[in-house]
């Protein structure tokens, strides 16, 4: 985070506005020019109690957009970064994402527990699917209906294109169950 403010300290923008009117920054400044990975490492290394606080602040959005209390657990944060990161690299180093798996994300299974699902089972590699599940944790209602409306859009779209493979075999190749619509719950 050091270096990240010593990059910027001479640029015209909030950093510099603060080292050079404030001579400290905001932790809610510096976070819009970290790097995911950068995050991930941030939230790792903050105390067990920082977490229950983030994870806490994520439950209290979460029962304010949809009118349901859940307990995100910390665990479930940190998967959730280690999903977004993943993907996200892989998509800006032109990687073919669709059916991207990540090992090992046993801590998946508490995203499930902390929203209540029951009805998929977790595999123990994480792949598109999941990813979308946890982006429920921390979009808010609009933006996560949204992005499963926009997603149900494309796969009606492009479906009918599919010939020399089945759309269902792509689904299943990025983890979608047979029931995934009813899973993402969009009304």
Same mark, same amino acid.
């Given at each position: 985070?050091?270096?990240?403010?010593?990059?910027?300290?001479?640029?015209?923008?909030? =950093?510099?506005?603060?080292?050079?009117?404030?001579?400290?920054?905001?932790?809610?400044?510096?976070?819009?020019?970290?790097?995911?990975?950068?995050?991930?490492?941030?939230?790792?290394?903050?105390?067990?109690? =920082?977490?229950?606080?983030?994870?806490?602040?994520?439950?209290?959005?979460?029962?304010?957009?949809?009118?349901?209390?859940?307990?995100?657990?910390?665990?479930?944060?940190?998967?959730?970064?280690?999903?977004?990161?993943?993907?996200?690299?892989?998509?800006?180093?032109?990687?073919?994402?669709?059916?991207?798996?990540?090992?090992?994300?046993?801590?998946?299974?508490?995203?499930?527990?902390?929203?209540?699902?029951?009805?998929?089972?977790?595999?123990?590699?994480?792949? @598109?699917?999941?990813?979308? @599940?946890?982006?429920?944790?921390?979009?808010?209602?609009?933006?996560?209906?949204?992005?499963?409306?926009?997603?149900?859009?494309?796969?009606?779209?492009?479906?009918?294109?599919?010939?020399?493979?089945?759309?269902?075999?792509?689904?299943?190749?990025?983890?979608?169950?047979?029931?995934?619509?009813?899973?993402?719950?969009?009304?």
């Amino acid at each position: 985070m050091s270096n990240e403010i010593k990059r910027n300290a001479n640029k015209k923008n909030a =950093i510099s506005h603060y080292v050079n009117e404030h001579k400290h920054v905001p932790l809610w400044v510096l976070v819009n020019y970290l790097t995911f990975g950068e995050l991930n490492y941030f939230y790792s290394v903050c105390t067990d109690k =920082i977490k229950r606080v983030i994870a806490s602040d994520f439950s209290l959005k979460y029962k304010r957009n949809y009118k349901t209390e859940i307990k995100i657990q910390p665990q479930s944060i940190e998967t959730l970064n280690i999903l977004v990161n993943y993907f996200r690299n892989s998509v800006a180093h032109d990687e073919i994402t669709y059916n991207k798996l990540i090992l090992k994300t046993k801590k998946f299974r508490l995203i499930k527990q902390d929203l209540k699902l029951n009805d998929f089972i977790v595999n123990s590699q994480s792949g @598109v699917f999941e990813l979308i @599940v946890a982006l429920k944790l921390v979009l808010s209602k609009k933006e996560y209906y949204d992005f499963v409306k926009q997603l149900y859009k494309l796969f009606d779209k492009y479906e009918p294109c599919f010939q020399s493979v089945s759309f269902a075999a792509i689904l299943h190749d990025m983890h979608f169950p047979k029931n995934y619509r009813a899973i993402l719950k969009v009304k």
